[in-house]
T-cell receptor, first 119, second 116 residues
């Protein structure tokens, strides 16, 4: 158990629908990252939050949004789903988000992922 | 933007032998972090080893070691005494240390098969 909790583990839905993926970071971690892993695109960075604020944005579609709540858990919302959105969505957390220099502070710990299947 | 390249989509090795996975990266930064992550069939991403660019000494974690060549922008992973449990996808990753984006940039991965 990595300490990063993702729910649900598996999700099957239809095109056009909306889903929410949830992530609880490791205790003490302030940064949360979302990644998408698909067969043809590898691991793609979507978005990062640090202590409730958006810190960096990657190739995240406009149909996708995320937020980090005061208790530091994060949610990734995927709407108007398309077949191509089928993928494994990972959440990761790290101890700090900015200029961390202490040993281990820059390590990302990953959750087990949420597998999304869009039919 | 930083890029990470793993030129070996697949590798195989006999159990108990040694294998080296290659990784190169492109960056204009002088300080950064490099990682190898392992993704077994369970799909969990597991940190194998990390290297700080300012450290000249190559990182080692038990049977896993790296050959970090900063000038050549190369970061290979050596697995000694390969075990069946080492079979997995291995991803090389780069991370900037600054106050900007803290994301990991991943290579495309190398699938490692261990032959008994």
């Amino acid at each position: 158990d990595s300490g990063v909790t993702q729910t649900p583990k598996h999700l099957i839905t239809a095109t056009g629908q909306r889903v929410t993926l949830r992530c609880s970071p490791r205790s003490g971690d302030l940064s949360v990252y979302w990644y998408q892993q698909s067969l043809d695109q590898g691991l793609q960075f979507l978005i990062q939050y640090y202590n409730g604020e958006e810190r960096a944005k990657g190739n995240i579609l406009e149909r996708f949004s995320a937020q980090q709540f005061p208790d530091l858990h994060s949610e990734l919302n995927l709407s108007s789903l398309e077949l191509g959105d089928s993928a494994l969505y990972f959440c990761a957390s790290s101890r700090r988000g900015a200029g961390a220099t202490t040993s281990g502070a820059n390590v990302l710990t990953f959750g087990a992922g949420s597998r999304l299947t869009v039919l | 933007a930083q890029t990470v390249t793993q030129s070996q989509p697949e590798m195989s090795v006999q159990e108990a032998e040694t294998v080296t996975l290659s990784c190169t990266y492109d960056t204009s930064e002088s300080d950064y972090y490099l990682f190898w992550y392992k993704q077994p069939p369970s799909r969990q991403m597991i940190l194998v080893i990390r290297q700080e660019a300012y450290k000249q000494q190559n990182a080692t974690e038990n049977r896993f070691s790296v050959n970090f060549q900063k000038a050549a922008k190369s970061f290979s992973l050596k697995i000694s005494d390969s075990q069946l449990g080492d079979a997995a996808m291995y991803f090389c990753a780069y991370r900037s240390p600054g106050r900007g984006a803290q994301k990991l940039v991943f290579g495309q991965g190398t699938r490692l098969t261990i032959n008994p």
